[in-house]
């Protein structure tokens, strides 16, 4: 069935890049999402990639998507402390999420 | 306040009880989705609404669970004699038609089986 696949945990120092890692295996997706789940909260839609772009930029987000080998990331320049949070992508349809990549900003 | 709204928002209850929790989608939201999330994971997908028709369910749906969205407004999910495995968040989402299938996502239910 459809899977999507991320990294659990990733900390990076105030100030620094972060760069979030998914793979997913539903090729038929036209967009594929991220979302944001801060502690006790409900997901919130960060941004999105239509599937044939490769690259979209939003301010401090910027997401890459390779189709070829199903792999999709999102990269957050000068990560701030309040971007602590669960990251999740997921693929369209009913939305398959992946576990989520827990981002841990030190100061 | 316009967004999802989720009641109740914490559920204890004793295992072998049933359980009915609440969502109120955006108004002008056809679509509703359930989804159960677990500590460390990330939400899986129950079942979804376009307006009053429930489209599609997962096998993870047992029979006692069961969900409803009788107007095409509202939606309830039902959970029959409760077992401690589905102690969860429950959370409900809603999408506009003709988007670009964003889900706007409650706060979320927890529910806690003891």
């Known amino acids: 069935g459809e899977d999507v696949e991320q990294s659990l945990f990733l900390s990076v120092r105030e100030g620094d890049s972060s760069v979030i890692n998914c793979t997913y295996t539903d090729s038929s997706s036209t967009y594929l999402y991220w979302y944001k789940q801060e502690p006790g909260a409900g997901l919130q839609l960060l941004t999105y990639?239509?599937?044939?772009?490769d690259m979209k930029q939003d301010q401090r987000l910027t997401v890459l998507l390779n189709k070829k080998d199903k792999h999709l990331s999102l990269r957050i320049a000068d990560t701030q402390t309040g971007d602590s949070a669960i990251y999740f992508c997921a693929s369209q349809g009913k939305l398959i999420f992946g576990q989520g990549t827990t981002l841990q900003v030190k100061p | 306040d316009t967004g999802v709204s989720q009641n109740p928002r914490h559920k204890i209850t004793k295992r072998g009880q049933n359980v009915t929790f609440r969502c109120d989608p955006i108004?002008?939201?056809?679509?509703l989705y359930w989804y159960r999330q677990t500590l460390g994971q990330g939400p899986e997908f129950l079942t979804y609404?376009?307006?009053?028709?429930?489209?599609?369910k997962s096998r993870l749906l047992s029979d006692r669970f069961s969900a409803e969205r009788p107007k095409g407004s509202f939606s309830t999910l039902e959970i029959q004699r409760t077992e401690q495995g589905d102690s969860a968040m429950y959370l409900c989402?809603?999408?506009?038609?003709?988007?670009?299938?964003?889900?706007?996502f409650g706060e979320g239910s927890r529910l806690t089986v003891l």
């Open positions: 609404f376009q307006n009053e028709a429930q489209l599609e």
């Open positions: 989402a809603s999408r506009a038609p003709g988007s670009t299938g964003e889900l706007f």
């Open positions: 108004s002008e939201h056809n679509r």
């Open positions: 990639i239509f599937s044939n772009m």
